[in-house]
């Protein structure tokens, strides 16, 4: 799937401050130990790429 394509199916993009709430309602916690494995272009259109995702997840724990 293209780009342009990604960014048309979602509605509204993610940005670190709102993955970082979904890893928060997931139970992620400071401190935690956790193994990511993920498809970038299944998250929707992410502001920031795969950078903004490891941002979230590095604040988030």
């Not at 990604?6 to 199916?9: F, L, P, R, S, Y």
């Not at 970082?20 to 309602?25: G, K, N, S, T, V």
């Not at 995702?53 to 590095?58: D, F, H, K, N, T």
């Given at each position: 799937?293209?780009?342009?394509e990604?960014?048309?199916?979602t509605e509204?993009?993610?940005t670190?401050?709102s993955?970082?709430?979904?890893?928060?309602?997931?139970?992620?916690?400071p401190g935690?130990?956790?193994?990511v494995h993920?498809s970038?272009?299944?998250m929707?259109?992410?502001c920031?790429g795969?950078?903004a995702?490891?941002?979230?997840?590095?604040k988030?724990l």
């Open positions: 799937m293209s780009e342009k990604i960014v048309e199916k509204v993009p993610a670190v401050e993955l970082q709430a979904d890893l928060h309602a997931l139970g992620v916690k935690m130990v956790v193994l993920s970038l272009s299944s929707g259109w992410v920031g795969a950078v995702v490891i941002a979230a997840l590095q988030s």
